[in-house]
């Protein structure tokens, strides 16, 4: 047995100082002292917060398209994450159009497999909608992918609106739940191909998909699960219109959950006015600070649900290789390592959220809606190990050097961040200790049941 004492301690129930003790890979006890058995270990968590350890619901590893291959495989990926103290990801299994859903799930398992250092989960993205795919769907969700991605842009990913609506009702009924890439296809093409002639270089790329881009197609999604009377997630919110979009679906009535990321909540698309504009390609974009204003009022105010990375590495040299046509760029910024401190500093250092809702974002209400819930996501008796021991007063800079990721580059570069990971358990067992990685590869597969709302 473990017994972390005098921590304090961020619990379904509220902040508290407390004690917390860990056996079997579970824990076993809180309070607000406990006594630990001559036998067992102690740590003195003074001046560090326990938080469940954080899940980022939205990872792209060792992915591969006709531009390029991502830099992170799920080695070097769930390093980093477990690094900055997210404990669990859900990566994005893909099906080959012409394919089937097990055995996209299959390799994505292949993928994963003896190489996590945090434990891994995936959601399903479906691209070829037929009655083979529909019959597969209750497999799925018996495997533990209860969450499922539609894309309303990529040519090569993406489905129509009747398939969209179907889908939404069939994974429904067997309480499965949708996240969907909101942008307009067709106006996304003819952006890129009206942008290509101008020779804009990267600045095409977000003048090639606009706010109204996304808010059409976040308008017409949210129109389509009305329709079918579904519950439905946006991920990757970008926009003001966006967002004003999901505040007339929310005030009809109906059940809309929304992610940001951090790249929206920070940046803003002068990035791309910058030489290394390339790393900052991603799509959505970035966009006007008018927009990431809007999304940090509706975070502090309770409108958005999580905060996940959309992780997506490339190198500078892959970035690079494209030249001066901007829809030759591989799209995706690196981000899982440094979620949870960039989001912290931002927003607990400064006062504007304390860390109980930070932790909601980061931890619980990505385990609720991914139905990983109580396992994960709370410090409750009864629930894993998986915890994160965070010091508020460690201080420091966000570098490429420093990082974890399997890239050259941060978008945070230069970040002065308040707070960082002093310990991380993974299932009781010490993977993080002082800073540094003393367990690697201790993730395992987590089978998740249905999504709570
Ligand atoms: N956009 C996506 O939709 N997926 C991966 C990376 C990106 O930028
Ligand atoms: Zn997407
Ligand atoms: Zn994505």
Redesign the pocket.
């Known amino acids: 047995m473990l017994v972390i004492q005098n921590g304090w301690l961020v619990t379904p129930q509220g902040a508290a100082f407390g004690d917390m003790a860990v056996d079997g890979g579970r824990i076993a006890a809180l309070g607000a002292r406990l006594s630990p058995a001559p036998q067992d270990d102690v740590l003195d968590a003074s001046g560090l917060w326990v938080f469940p350890g954080f899940i980022d619901a939205h990872t792209h590893f060792d992915m591969g398209n006709d531009l390029a291959h991502t830099a992170d495989d799920f080695e070097t990926g769930t390093r980093a994450a477990l690094m900055g103290g997210t404990t669990c990801v859900v990566d994005f299994a893909t099906q080959e159009r012409g394919g089937t859903l097990s055995d996209a799930l299959a390799q994505w398992h292949r993928k994963a497999q003896g190489r996590c250092s945090c434990h891994y989960a995936f959601h399903m993205a479906i691209t070829d909608w037929n009655e083979r795919t529909r019959a597969e769907l209750a497999d799925l969700l018996a495997a533990g992918v209860s969450t499922f991605k539609l894309?309303m842009a990529y040519d090569a990913l993406r489905v129509n609106d009747g398939e969209l609506y179907d889908v939404l009702v069939s994974t429904a009924r067997l309480g499965g739940l949708v996240g969907v890439?909101c942008e307009n296809g067709d106006l996304v093409n003819a952006g890129v191909r009206r942008e290509r002639q101008s020779d804009a270089g990267v600045q095409g790329h977000p003048r090639s998909r606009p706010a109204a881009v996304e808010a059409e197609a976040v308008e017409r999604l949210l129109r389509i699960a009305q329709v079918a009377d579904c519950p439905v997630k946006v991920?990757?919110l970008s926009t003001r219109e966006g967002l004003e979009a999901v505040r007339r679906a929310r005030g009809r009535g109906q059940c809309v959950r929304v992610e940001t990321c951090p790249q929206y909540l920070l940046l803003s698309d002068e990035r791309y006015r910058r030489p290394d504009g390339a790393n900052y390609v991603c799509?959505p974009p970035l966009r006007p600070a008018s927009d990431r204003e809007a999304l940090v009022k509706a975070l502090l105010e309770g409108e958005i649900d999580t905060i996940a990375t959309?992780h997506c590495s490339y190198t500078s040299a892959q970035k690079a290789a494209a030249g001066r046509d901007f829809s030759r760029i591989p799209n995706g910024l690196p981000g899982v390592e440094h979620r949870a401190v960039a989001m912290m500093s931002a927003f607990v250092a400064t006062g504007r959220m304390d860390a109980a809702a930070m932790c909601r974002l980061l931890s619980e209400n990505p385990a609720r809606e991914m139905g990983m819930y109580p396992c994960k996501g709370a410090l409750r008796v009864g629930s894993d190990a998986d915890v994160v021991l965070w010091d508020p007063n460690a201080a420091g800079v966000l570098t490429a050097q420093g990082q974890w990721q399997n890239t050259d580059y941060t978008p945070y570069e230069g970040l002065r961040v308040s707070g960082g990971v002093r310990h991380v358990l993974l299932g009781g067992r010490w993977a993080v200790r002082d800073g540094r990685l003393i367990a690697p590869n201790l993730g395992s597969y987590v089978a998740r049941r249905q999504p709570q709302l």
Do not use: E, M, Q, R
């Open positions: 894309y890439h991920v990757h799509s959309d």
